[in-house]
C-alpha cells in the first residue's frame, strides 16, 4: 500500500495543475451604530436603504491572498437614520498555477462571491441584534461587477493619456 500513489490524492488537487483552495474565512471588522435605537418614533416602518461595497485584496505570501469584502448598509425612515451597519468579511485562500488574467478575475470576482454570503449573514445578524427587522443582501453579480470596474478603469487611462499634437 506504501507504494499506492492514490494514497496521497486529494480531491481538491490536480497534479501539477491550477490550485485553489480556502484557508479560512472571518469577519475583519463590524461595526452598527443606531442613534435612536429601534424607537424611531415613526408610524410605518418603511426605510430607504443605501448600500455601498467594495473589495479588496492583498498578497501575504507567494500564492496566499487575503481578500476583504466590505459591506456598508444605511436605512433611513423619513430624515432619521435608522441603522449603520458595516461588515468587513475577510477569507484567507491560496491560488496556484493560474495565469495573471485568471488570478486578477478569481481575486476580483470569484472569491468575493466565496464571502458574501458570510457578510450577507453577519449584517443579517447585526440588524436584527440591534432591535430592527430582519434584512437580507439582495444576490450580486461580482463578474459584472468586476466588468464594470475594468472599464470604468479602461475609460480614465483614455482620458488620462496625453493627446499627440501635429
Do not use: C
Not at 436603504?49 to 469584502?69: I, R
Not at 485562500?93 to 488574467?101: D, L, M, Q, T
Amino acid at each position: 500500500m506504501a507504494d499506492d500513489p492514490s494514497a496521497n490524492f486529494n480531491p481538491g488537487q490536480i497534479p501539477n495543475g491550477p490550485e485553489l483552495n480556502l484557508q479560512n474565512v472571518y469577519v475583519k471588522d463590524a461595526s452598527f451604530e443606531a442613534p435612536a435605537g429601534p424607537n424611531l418614533g415613526v408610524q410605518e416602518w418603511n426605510p430607504q436603504f443605501g448600500m455601498q461595497m467594495n473589495t479588496s485584496a492583498a498578497t501575504l505570501a507567494p500564492d496566499v491572498h487575503e481578500v476583504v469584502l466590505t459591506i456598508t448598509l444605511e436605512a433611513k425612515v423619513q430624515d432619521k437614520v435608522a441603522y449603520l451597519v458595516e461588515v468587513k468579511q475577510a477569507g484567507l485562500f491560496v491560488a496556484r498555477g493560474y495565469a495573471e488574467e485568471d488570478l486578477r478575475r478569481i481575486v476580483g470576482a470569484y472569491l468575493p462571491s466565496v464571502l458574501f454570503p458570510y457578510a450577507r449573514q453577519a449584517v443579517s445578524d447585526l440588524v436584527m441584534r440591534g432591535g430592527f427587522p430582519a434584512f437580507l443582501l439582495p444576490p450580486v453579480n461580482f463578474d459584472a461587477l468586476l466588468q464594470q470596474s475594468a472599464e470604468q478603469q479602461a475609460a480614465a487611462a483614455a482620458a488620462a493619456a496625453p493627446q499627440a499634437i501635429n
